[in-house]
């Protein structure tokens, strides 16, 4: 079995969300944007799954094999919000989506372009 990519993942998600939820032109700074997007994405059930379900595959077999053989990476993610083990497979994918999620924003902001413009032009030219 191959090791689950957490954040080519979350990653997706983000610039997913961004392409169908965000209107940029709503933004004048980049700073503005990431700042958006790390409080509203923190409960997104499409990027982390933390709502109040708690949950991003909705199947706890799933989350348990996105889990294997990223052990660091949950141990980081309770450094940061604390043990969640006690909760589950899903609470335990979750916490590391969470966990990746502001690092997931500033990769995808970086790599942004609308029409061969970076997001930093883009805000540039728009003023």
């Not at 949950?55 to 889990?67: G, I």
């Not at 500033?106 to 030219?125: A, K, M, Q, W």
């Given at each position: 079995m191959e090791r689950y990519n957490y954040l080519a993942v979350v990653k997706d998600d983000v610039r997913n969300y961004i392409s169908d939820e965000v209107n940029l032109s709503e933004f004048n700074k980049v700073e503005e944007l990431n700042e958006f997007l790390n409080e509203k994405l923190f409960n997104e059930?499409?990027?982390?799954?933390?709502?109040?379900?708690?949950?991003?595959?909705?199947?706890?077999?799933?989350?348990?094999?996105?889990?294997?053989?990223?052990?660091?990476?949950?141990?980081?993610?309770m450094g940061e919000f604390g043990d969640v083990l006690d909760k589950g497979e899903e609470a335990c994918d979750v916490s590391i989506r969470c966990y990746l999620l502001p690092q997931a924003?500033?990769?995808?902001?970086?790599?942004?372009?609308?029409?061969?413009?970076?997001?930093?032009?883009?805000?540039?030219?728009?003023?």
């Open positions: 059930n499409s990027v982390t799954g933390n709502s109040s379900s708690e949950t991003y595959t909705y199947s706890r077999e799933v989350a348990a094999e996105n889990l294997l053989y990223n052990m660091d990476l949950l141990s980081q993610a924003i500033n990769e995808v902001l970086d790599d942004y372009e609308i029409d061969g413009l970076s997001l930093e032009e883009y805000f540039e030219n728009k003023e």
